[in-house]
């Protein structure tokens, strides 16, 4: 399947209406054309700046405009991140990523962040930062120390937006998703389900990610966590059928993006899980805390990905994927290439 960005509402209504098991083996048989089968990208999440945002995304037990139970804290100490970023190294992240609860980060802040930045890539990770939005200058500041991802969601479609978040828009978050392609970093932006959205609002959400002018090369796919005091504390659950179908959804519209297992996974049992890498899900979050909401610990899921084969030496060693599915091509269009009379002495072992 090619990539494609001419995506509508419609189109993926219909893909969602599919039948369950024919579903999740389409989006299987895409992610196995893209991506390396078994195997599962690990990132850890640390908060660098925690609560009393100015934002009032009702989803957020980070937001100053409501009371929940986080405390308070100023930007951590290079120090202490740069010490979090080695621990999560030892447990077996390949990224490492930052977030810091702003509307946007402020120029007093900017050295600090890229000595963070700086100091991750020197223990061998790859750097991730969610800061809120960015202007065409930080964006670029922040590519120069070095930083790989900048994560910044669209959270739901535009048609719901509104009753979500109303102190920024949702071409404030499409602008800052421009500055930072612009400035050369890649982009990981994704959205919430279970927010009281419809099924035409994920189906939006998902046009909206796949028909940017570049695909994400990481989409974060998060169920929504509850927390008492922000307004979505009373939320309707998730049918956990429609949240895998999305999963599959999302890899069957943009299939060479690593599709990220995010928050919610506190709420799945090991079969959802299994389901959702079946699903074409690649990528999760490591660690006991995602920001400030409750996820497996790291124990936990090695135990998961021993008993499904993932990430296993065996894996490790295995060709890419694509670079398998490249190779194949190759040796068709040699093939194809041949004068007819060669056909009659074809070696197979080719």
Known sequence: MEVRQNWTVEQVRELLNKPFMDLVF??????????????????????????????????????AHYRTDVDRERLMEVERVLDAAHKAKSAGSTRFCMGAAWKNPKER????????IQGVKDLGLETCMTLGMLSADQAKELSDAGLDYYNHNLDTSPEYYGNIITTRTYQDRLDTLSH????GMKVCSGGIIGMGESANDRAGL???????????ESVPINMLV?????PLEEAEDVDHFDFIKLIAVARIMMPKSAVRLSAGREGMNEQMQALCF???ANSIFYGCKLLTTPNPDEDSDMQLFKRLGINSEQVAQKPDAIQESELL????????????????????SV
């Open 109 to 116: 802040d900017m050295p600090h962040l890229k000595q963070m």
């Open 278 to 280: 079946m699903a074409g």
């Open 329 to 348: 091509n190759q040796v068709v269009e040699q093939v194809a290439a041949r004068p007819a009379e060669d056909d009659l002495f074809y070696d197979a």
């Open 180 to 183: 930072v392609r612009k400035a």
């Open 26 to 63: 389409e989006a299987q048989q895409v992610h196995r054309k893209h991506h390396q089968h078994n195997y599962v990208q690990v990132s850890t999440l640390l908060s660098i700046k925690t609560g009393a945002c100015p934002e009032d995304c009702k989803y957020c037990p980070q937001s």
């Open 206 to 216: 998902l046009v909206e990610l796949a028909n940017l002018p570049t695909q994400p």
């Open 226 to 230: 509850k927390v008492k005091g922000t």
